[in-house]
């Protein structure tokens, strides 16, 4: 059984193809982690869980999901970080995390995909980058898939003891500081369909005269503003200035390449 995460589709691209090659069944966590629900997932093959990389850990709301969530049947885990270049310490905590659980962890792969934090201070890739990224991701995709499916452990990059001493008190100061919500605002290309309520992991956004309102609890997963089917949604000026992600507006590229 795969289990995902993903605010703009890279995470979900990986999961679903994994699903495709091992003939998996594929779950997306968004609806259950929305309402806190933690009743059990049963699988008889190992879990699979893919997971998008937040300031080089896993998003924080998924992991408390996953820490709290039954698993039963199989006792392995196989874990699947992707981020836009590096992945920090997440494949160390997911190992912790699973362990805990009483799993077997079986190793960490990690892909680089396109950047989807368009509001950060990084330059934007471009549109060639990203498709190379795709374009790499398949034969990494591949490769995982073949390793599950021989039983094999993934091969997992060694996260050195710097990594953890910078990564672990950096990312509670920068949450607490940076995942500021009063930039976001939605201009009259909104048509209040809800689809940014709907995609909040955090039930951070509520809809008031049909146009959206955002709390203060805000992980930037960003996918308010990659899912809003008008583009309405802006960030301050840098959104406007520097555009939105989402996986699905490279679908024909995949189709193209196939
Ligand atoms: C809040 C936030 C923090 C991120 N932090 C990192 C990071 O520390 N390192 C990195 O390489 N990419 C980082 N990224 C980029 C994402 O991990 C990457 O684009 C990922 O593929 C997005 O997956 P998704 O499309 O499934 O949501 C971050 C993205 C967001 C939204």
Redesign the pocket.
């Known amino acids: 059984m795969i289990l995902y995460?993903?605010?703009?589709?890279?995470?979900?691209f990986i999961a679903t193809e994994l699903a495709k090659k091992l003939d998996d069944q594929c779950i997306d966590l968004l609806g259950r982690i929305k309402k806190n629900d933690y009743s059990e997932l049963h699988s008889d093959n190992p879990f699979i869980v893919c997971a998008?990389?937040?300031?080089?850990e896993m998003p924080r709301f998924m992991s408390d999901y996953l820490k709290n969530v039954e698993l039963t049947g199989n006792k392995a885990v196989y874990f699947i970080a992707?981020?836009?270049?590096?992945?920090?310490i997440t494949g160390w905590l997911a190992k912790k995390l699973f362990k805990k659980k009483g799993m077997e962890f079986m190793g960490c792969s990690e892909l680089i995909?396109?950047?989807?934090?368009y509001i950060?201070h990084y330059p934007q890739l471009t549109e060639e980058e990203i498709k190379n990224r795709i374009f790499k991701s398949f034969d990494k995709i591949d490769d995982i898939a073949n390793s599950i499916q021989n039983c094999e452990h993934l091969k997992s990059r060694h996260v050195f003891l710097f990594e953890k001493l910078i990564t672990l008190p950096f990312n509670p100061i920068w949450s607490k500081h940076k995942l500021k919500t009063e930039d976001f605002f939605a201009t009259d290309k909104c048509i209040g369909c809800g689809k940014c309520e709907t995609v909040c992991p955090l039930n951070n956004i509520t809809l008031k005269e049909d146009k959206p309102t955002w709390g203060t609890t805000c992980?930037?997963?960003?996918?308010c503003i990659?899912n809003c089917p008008t583009s309405a949604i802006e960030y301050g000026e840098i959104t406007r200035e520097k555009g939105k992600?989402n996986?699905e507006e490279y679908r024909h590229f995949l189709n193209e390449i196939r």
């Open positions: 995460y993903s605010a703009t589709g890279n995470t979900k998008p990389v937040y300031i080089c992707n981020s836009a270049g590096y992945a920090g995909m396109p950047r989807n934090y950060s992980a930037h997963c960003m996918g990659g992600y996986f």
